[in-house]
């Protein structure tokens, strides 16, 4: 699976939008951008995926630039319920890895009234 | 919503207990994930099963096991519990092995 970098933290204020950049510049034709969060002392939860058009699902929308080497996940409306660290991978469908997840050190988003 | 459930949310054990993690998925999801979660290490795959009694090892399966007798619950076993077993246990599950993957809530636990 390619190598993705984000930034290590970012803050929004309440109401703003939060925008997450995540460069994957090695990603293959075949690879999904997923997005994962993961709020404090609580298991990962999915956000959104794409492949090369772009995402929107009541959680969030997904913005991949035409080359794919990266990609925008924002949050239209941030809450402070949305203070998480969000992962962003790159993932082929198919492989030998089970299907397994590998989180990299994702962006610490801190959402402030 | 897909709901994916956790035994216990804390547990602590003492060393050389045998101790069960249980999880269930009300999504008739195929496919059923144990990770252990740990600081500066990641997330990393204990054991997938991708149907009732069918199993694969992950990454670091040494001192575990696991059991899938029904579709919608995965145990994770520690045969003997250890210190260096301290640590979020994460299930997970999804329709398909490559499709997006829904955890439970992990279960942090620590063995003295």
């Known amino acids: 699976d390619a190598k993705t970098t984000q930034p290590p933290s970012m803050d929004c204020a309440e109401g703003r939008a939060a925008n997450l950049p995540c460069n994957h510049s090695?990603?293959?034709?075949?690879?999904?951008v997923y997005w994962y969060r993961q709020i404090h002392s609580q298991g990962p939860q999915y956000i959104i995926h794409?492949?090369?058009n772009n995402e929107t699902n009541e959680m969030a929308s997904l913005i991949i630039t035409e080359d794919r080497k990266s990609s925008t996940l924002i949050l239209p409306h941030a809450t402070l319920r949305d203070t998480a660290v969000y992962y962003c991978?790159?993932?082929?469908?198919?492989?030998?890895?089970?299907?397994?997840?590998?989180f990299g050190q994702g962006t610490i988003l801190t959402v402030h009234p | 919503d897909v709901k994916v459930t956790q035994s216990s949310r804390y547990l602590v054990k003492r060393t050389g207990e045998k101790v069960f993690l249980e999880c269930v998925q009300d999504m008739d999801h195929e496919n059923m994930f144990w990770y252990r979660q740990d600081p500066g290490l990641g997330l990393r795959l204990i054991y997938f099963?991708?149907?009732?009694?069918?199993?694969e090892k992950g990454d670091i399966p040494e001192g575990y096991s696991v059991s899938r007798e029904k579709k919608e619950r995965f145990s994770l076993i520690l045969e003997s519990a250890s210190t260096n077993q301290t640590s979020m246990y994460l299930c997970?599950?999804?329709?398909?092995?490559?499709?997006?993957?829904?955890f439970g809530p992990g279960t942090r636990l620590t063995v003295l």
């Open positions: 090695t990603i293959s034709g075949n690879e999904y």
């Open positions: 991978i790159v993932r082929v469908a198919g492989g030998t890895s089970y299907g397994k997840l590998t």
């Open positions: 794409g492949l090369k």
């Open positions: 099963s991708y149907d009732v009694k069918m199993k």
């Open positions: 997970a599950s999804s329709l398909l092995v490559w499709s997006e993957q829904f």
